[in-house]
């Protein structure tokens, strides 16, 4: 949902603006541009359409300057065309803005400022903090209105909604100015320089050392040295963290798409989740979170999973571990419908907010809402000291490293390893079990192997893809843990391949989408051996009958199977709580291999964006 980056230092802007953008591009792109700052003037240049526009402008014109602002965009206000990207200037073009968010009010304040005289030139709701900038400082009277950090406070007060402001002016070279209010900033502390951006991930090659700015934060950089005030105007000192993840993890390490590594990571990713979680040797969990000890467990009576999009999917399979495993009630939500309910919550409810990008804009919201309502947090996430992460009770990662392709993977199935263990604590909690049987941690020490394992079934999967891959229509059915695997499926498809997709509990084809099944449809249908196969495949024969084509995915190919389906990828099999893991990574590189084949854009889909910061 818009990248932005920003410098200040010795050394030429430019080339590190755009280095930091490739790197945030999963954030939106519709549009990038930057800003720098030499001999008291800006030069700006934008262009819409991906990084790679405004790479090829730049070869023809480098501008030099060791103060700047860059903005990759994920358009909200106006269209994507050069005159909308950003930064957006003020009528003067001495102030430069660039923004992640959205400012609600920005239609009557933009109406206020024109009639005090300001040019507008775009769409754009950002142009509006820029003007608003510009008239605090030309109206100065008072001391601290009169730099831009104190213009930046007044300014972001005028204005309501979620933003991530990054601001300079030519009036004070060697200064930039973040705000926040919802969207992150994070603050980047290097030697005699200093960096901002929207994520970690972007600073990973320049500094590890990074400071996250607090809702309602104004943070003042300059090459000596970084200030911070609270909306309050009091100095803050927030503290600093050490990102571990090293900027290799961030590049395709010869792979032609993030998507692709990333799938191919599983084994590693869910290694790194599961060991520092459990003992595999004595099945003992050593889930560290004050949450999970047992006088805080002991009073829970309900769980609250929330979460958006694929993390949904993962939380449906947390509600099926949960009850199945602890015999707990779960509920799972969408964030961005919670939000606006009137939910039941109470401090004997725990609530999980799950997520890879830990600042999607309504997971947030959704969980704000329920510690209100005085439920503990627990959070699964992925980006270490992500807003989430900040503002949850405890924290369960998912070491799954940088995940840059839209399409989320490896943060998928390392939620579901990670709710595989949550399910086998809260068991505990209850007087259930100790730790995990030997039957469970045996699962869990092979499941990297079989993920590996299962990955070997890509040039089958290819085969599938070239076959398939003209069909408009796609159902993917399954029951019980796999329904939500079949959700997920869809959704892969549907996101890069722009394939109409629809995941169904397979019991319930016959409650409508049977109609839609001819000879055109594929069905992939999920019947691996866990008490229930039975039943898919004669949902499986419903489809058959009606001369639709069946993709079965299963763990054991049989007669029965071999003679109702078009086509069978066998899995390697595990405990059926841990399946789903298996069982999701033929659906990504199905998705994947399809989007190829249609020669879509499969790290950057159209309309997409990788962190959903706005409503
Ligand atoms: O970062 P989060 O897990 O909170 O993101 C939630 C969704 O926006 C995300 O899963 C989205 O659905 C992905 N594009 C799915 O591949």
Not at 472 to 481: A, E, I, Q, S
Not at 505 to 528: F, S, T, W
Request: a negative charge; aromatic letters at 6%; charged letters at 25%.
């Amino acid at each position: 949902m818009c990248g932005i980056v920003g410098y200040v230092g010795p050394r030429e802007a430019a080339p590190l603006l755009v280095d930091g953008l490739k790197r945030l591009e999963y954030r939106g792109y519709d549009s990038a541009g930057i800003a720098t700052l030499s001999n008291g003037s800006f030069a700006i240049l934008r262009s819409p359409g991906k990084l790679s526009n405004l790479i090829a402008l730049l070869e023809g014109s480098a501008p030099t300057g060791s103060t700047g602002i860059g903005h990759t965009r994920w358009a909200t206000h106006g269209r994507p065309t050069e005159v909308n990207a950003h930064p957006q200037t003020d009528c003067t073009g001495k102030v430069v803005v660039v923004h992640n968010g959205i400012f609600e009010n920005f239609a009557e304040r933009r109406a206020s400022l024109a009639a005090a005289g300001h040019r507008f030139k775009s769409e754009t709701d950002t142009e509006v903090f820029a003007h608003e900038v510009e008239a605090v400082l030309s109206e100065a009277k008072d001391l601290e209105a009169n730099d831009l950090f104190g213009a930046v406070r007044l300014a972001a007060s005028k204005l309501s909604g979620a933003y991530a402001v990054l601001v300079a002016s030519a009036r004070e070279p060697g200064v930039l100015v973040a705000t926040r209010m919802g969207p992150p900033i994070v603050l980047g502390i290097g030697q005699g320089e200093n960096y901002v951006a929207s994520d970690p991930v972007a600073l990973a090659p320049w500094t590890k050392d990074v400071v996250f700015l607090e809702d309602g934060d104004t943070a003042r950089l300059d090459p000596a040295g970084i200030r911070i005030c609270d909306s309050d105007g009091r100095p803050q000192e927030r503290p600093a963290h050490r990102i571990l993840w090293d900027a290799v993890a961030a590049e395709k390490g010869g792979y032609r798409h993030f998507m692709l590594k990333e799938i191919h990571e599983q084994p590693i990713a869910l290694a790194e989740t599961v060991g520092p979680k459990v003992s595999l040797a004595s099945g003992e969990l050593t889930l560290e979170s004050p949450l999970l000890e047992p006088d805080r467990l002991a009073g829970i009576e309900r769980v609250l999973l929330l979460a958006c999009g694929t993390s949904w999917h993962a939380a449906l399979i947390g509600k099926f571990l949960i009850e199945g495993m602890a015999r707990l009630p779960v509920e799972v939500d969408y964030g961005s419908e919670f939000r606006y309910r009137r939910p039941v919550v109470t401090g004997r409810t725990l609530t999980v907010g799950i997520s890879q990008s830990g600042e999607t804009a309504d997971t947030v919201a959704a969980l704000a809402e329920a510690r209100r309502a005085g439920s503990p947090i627990l959070a699964v996430v992925n980006v270490p000291g992500s807003q989430i992460t900040r503002m949850a009770d405890g924290v369960l990662a998912t070491h799954a490293g940088p995940e840059i392709g839209v399409a989320s993977t490896k943060a998928f199935t390392t939620q579901l390893a990670v709710l595989f263990l949550l399910a086998a604590k809260l068991r505990e909690s209850r007087g259930l079990g100790s730790g995990l049987t030997a039957e469970e941690r045996g699962a869990l020490a092979r499941l990297p192997k079989l993920a590996g394992k299962t990955l070997g079934l890509e040039p089958r999967i290819e085969e599938l893809a070239r076959r398939y891959h003209g069909a408009r229509d796609f159902l993917y059915l399954g029951r019980g843990l796999h329904y939500p695997v079949a959700l997920e499926g869809a959704l892969k498809l549907k996101e890069i391949s722009y394939i109409h997709a629809e995941g169904y509990p397979a019991g319930e084809m016959k409650h409508g989408p049977i109609a839609l099944v001819d000879e055109h449809m594929p069905v992939i249908v999920l019947a691996p051996d866990d008490g229930w196969r039975d039943k898919t495949l004669s949902n499986l024969r419903e489809v058959k009958s009606r001369d639709g084509i069946a993709i079965v995915v299963t763990t054991g190919e049989d007669a029965e199977i071999s003679e109702a389906a078009d086509e069978v990828l066998v899995l390697p099999e595990t405990i059926p709580e841990l399946q789903p893991v298996l069982s999701t990574i033929p659906l990504q590189l199905f998705a994947y291999h399809i989007a190829v084949r249609r020669g879509c854009d499969v790290d950057q889909p159209r309309n997409l964006a990788k962190s959903v910061t706005v409503e």
